[in-house]
């Protein structure tokens, strides 16, 4: 087997379910399982998903997955639906599409069969949903049809200035509610830094998954565990006299003599090719060492310096000890990135189940 496997910790999942709930208060957590689970697998993670009252994905794709998996919950569809025909599987399905225009109010209005439905509220991020001063209309439209509630979404509850998402807020808050309608605001970093936007149901997803949303706070700090753990080995290694160049386009030319490992880890499994030489570190035992050169379909290149490893050494590539969000930074993006874009062929350990 070839080794680049990512570990999936049930434990550490369960830990940070606990934390969720606790920072939501009275507000119930749904579990926010998009792009498989923010690409750590549904299907692993599922003796943890299953205690939870109600998933949150992008379509109706996703959640007749979460169906087939045996998942019985109610299914949050966050974009709701992309034609009328799909609201009768809502309808048997259980699933529950966010209604973000006219368009998909109008199929909502026409269906025979109606499913629970959310009326999106666009509070200021301007990428889904009714402009406040269009609600109430919407609301009106609903009249006497299971309309759950008010849904809006953040676009900055993660910045160290709050103001962008507290307008968010004081938008969302002002809008008069049907009586027994529920709201919904939260992702992680507003279930965090925004308390009083927790509402009736928060929705984190990167916090879930022991990720912190917050460029200057850990996972750590908001005592969250990582779920995910990326790991690959050395598959060779060679020594080069300085100026020795290696990998594709020699992309790296050795600045003094050492050893260099090649290691199972590539674009073909998800991880990013656009990296600067040198940028990103990989941990193998108690120290980190460079990614340099080009990242390839297969296989990346790390430098060792004066270490001569032997093959099959362990490398951590990001997880535990060497927090994704910090490999995240390193490389130039965001740690939903990185374990989302983990491709099928990166096998899956699942350990603490
Ligand atoms: C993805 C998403 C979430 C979860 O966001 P996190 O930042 O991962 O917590 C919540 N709500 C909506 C509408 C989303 O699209």
């Known amino acids: 087997m070839r080794p ?21 208060g009275a507000a119930q ?56 025909d799909e609201l009768d599987v809502c309808a048997a ?18 269906a025979v069969a109606k499913p629970a439905c959310w009326l999106k509220v666009d509070s200021g991020m301007h990428r889904l949903g009714f402009a406040p001063s269009e609600v109430p209309q919407a609301v009106a439209a609903l009249q006497g049809l299971p309309c759950r509630g008010l849904a809006t979404h953040f676009a900055c509850a993660d910045e160290a200035d709050l103001s962008h998402a507290e307008a968010q807020w004081c938008a969302f808050d002002a ?43 850990t996972a750590a700090d908001l005592g969250l565990r990582p779920v995910l753990g990326l790991h690959s080995a050395v598959l060779a290694t060679h020594f080069l006299a300085r100026g020795e160049g290696a990998g594709y386009g020699c992309g790296f030319v050795a600045a003094e003599d050492g050893y260099l490992a090649t290691i199972a880890l590539g674009y073909g499994d998800g991880f990013p090719r656009a990296i600067a030489s040198g940028a990103v ?7 980190t060492f460079p990614l340099v ?6 296989m990346a290149l790390v430098w060792l310096g004066r270490e001569a490893l032997p093959v099959g050494s362990p490398v951590l590539v990001f997880g535990d000890v060497h927090p994704v969000e910090v490999v995240a930074a390193q490389a130039g993006t965001i740690p939903y990135t990185l374990t989302t874009m983990l491709s099928p062929r990166v096998h899956t350990v699942v350990k603490n189940g």
């Open 93 to 110: 399905e259980g699933f529950e599409p966010w209604l973000h225009d006219g368009r998909q109010l109008a199929w909502y209005r026409h």
């Open 4 to 24: 680049l496997w990512k570990s999936v910790d049930l434990a550490a999942l369960r830990h940070n379910v606990r934390v969720l709930a606790t920072q939501a």
């Open 293 to 298: 050169g080009r990242v390839a379909m297969d």
């Open 175 to 217: 809008l008069p509610l049907p009586p027994g309608w529920l709201r919904t605001a939260a992702n992680s970093a507003a279930l965090f830094a925004l308390p009083q936007a927790r509402a009736d149901w928060v929705r984190p997803g990167l916090a879930l998954y022991g990720m912190s949303p917050f460029a200057d706070r």
């Open 29 to 84: 957590v749904v579990a926010v399982v998009k792009a498989d689970a923010y690409g750590h697998g549904v299907a692993a993670l599922l003796p943890v998903l299953r205690e939870m009252p109600c998933f949150a994905v992008a379509c109706m794709e996703e959640a007749l997955a979460l169906r087939a998996l045996g998942l019985t919950q109610p299914v949050l569809l966050l974009e709701g639906v992309f034609a009328a």
């Open 281 to 287: 570190r990989v941990r193998i035992g108690a120290a």
